[in-house]
């Protein structure tokens, strides 16, 4: 049992009576109803941008505590700057989970309403002066990010016999997160419950995972196996988020993923998530097609902002309950 890996070339979502596009719609129909999970290859975006997105987490996590503190999450409403380690908490029933980071997203203009508002994901972000073309790296790959995720979104569409641009009306000031994280080794006295990240599901429409080769995610299949997702050269790996059962009700799924920090003493894992979600205020229900004649909605509607805020709060509240307990 593995997870798919999805060819992208030749693939034009204007044209969806092309051979190339029907095989891929199909494929991504497979994976989105069944583990949530695929790799993308041949997906446009330079692999000199992915090394340097790299190179620049490294240096960004190698940066003082004293440093991280002036630019933590917390300073402003945006939640943008450095989360510390074990500061988040995906598994409500695990423990912390064993990972530091640094949140970005696009330079939205603080006149824009959504800034105005104090919507979380629309706040400033908190360049680190110390590493001054830290803004330039991250803002050209958070822009390759978005078009790779509006393209994956055309593509979701098709497979539910949409037209392609179906997504793009709940799109029209996206949220875009681009974390870089940093895993430290798991403590040689843990007692085995210890992830980097534990059993969750995103939270959004899509995440676009760039990890190195260090490896140690997994992915829960229907069945409830866990299998790895190692890193594949050249590829990405995608999943689907919560806001698509939601939109599908159901028939596509947001599987649960978690890290294992497995590797050696003094080693550190690095990956780089991007989470898509629509606007703010975008209602989620069900699409055509997906709730037939006579059936009741799986899912309460909701707006993105209202799911996303909740998960953040939750997650973040219950790591600061276990290190005060």
Not at 276 to 304: M, N, R, S, W
């Amino acid at each position: 049992m593995s997870i798919p890996v999805i060819d992208l070339k030749d693939v034009d979502v204007n044209n969806p009576e092309c051979e190339a596009t029907q095989k891929v719609v199909a494929e991504l129909r497979k994976a989105a109803m069944h583990s949530g999970f695929f790799y993308v290859k041949n997906h446009s975006v330079p692999l000199q941008m992915i090394a340097r997105q790299f190179a620049l987490s490294k240096d960004l996590l190698a940066l003082s505590d004293e440093v991280k503190q002036k630019y933590d999450v917390k300073n402003f409403f945006g939640f943008r700057g450095f989360d510390k380690l074990n500061g988040q908490q995906l598994d409500p029933y695990g423990k912390p989970d064993h990972k530091e980071g640094f949140y970005c997203g696009k330079n939205y203009p603080q006149d824009h309403r959504f800034a105005i508002a104090k919507y979380q994901n629309y706040g400033p972000n908190q360049w680190p002066e110390e590493l001054p073309e830290c803004e330039e790296i991250c803002q050209e790959y958070i822009e390759a990010m978005y078009s790779l995720a509006d393209y994956l979104m055309k593509l979701l569409a098709l497979t539910l016999k949409l037209p392609a641009d179906y997504f793009d009306a709940s799109s029209q000031d996206p949220m875009g997160t681009l974390r870089m994280i940093r895993y430290p080794p798991t403590p040689e006295d843990e007692d085995g419950l210890t992830y980097g990240v534990g059993a969750h599901t995103d939270w959004g429409s899509v995440t676009i995972l760039a990890q190195d080769q260090v490896g140690g995610l997994e992915v829960c299949m229907p069945d409830g196996t866990w299998v790895a997702a190692p890193p594949i050269e050249g590829t990405f790996v995608v999943n689907l988020g919560d806001m698509i059962p939601k939109w599908t009700n159901g028939l596509y799924h947001s599987n649960p993923h978690r890290v294992k920090n497995t590797f050696s003493k003094g080693q550190y894992r690095y990956s780089i998530p991007f989470f898509y979600e629509p606007d703010y205020h975008a209602v989620i229900t069900p699409v055509l097609g997906t709730l037939q004649e006579g059936e009741q909605a799986k899912f309460e509607p909701c707006t993105v902002g209202e799911h996303l805020e909740q998960m953040y709060n939750r997650s973040y509240n219950k790591a600061a309950e276990n290190a005060v307990a």
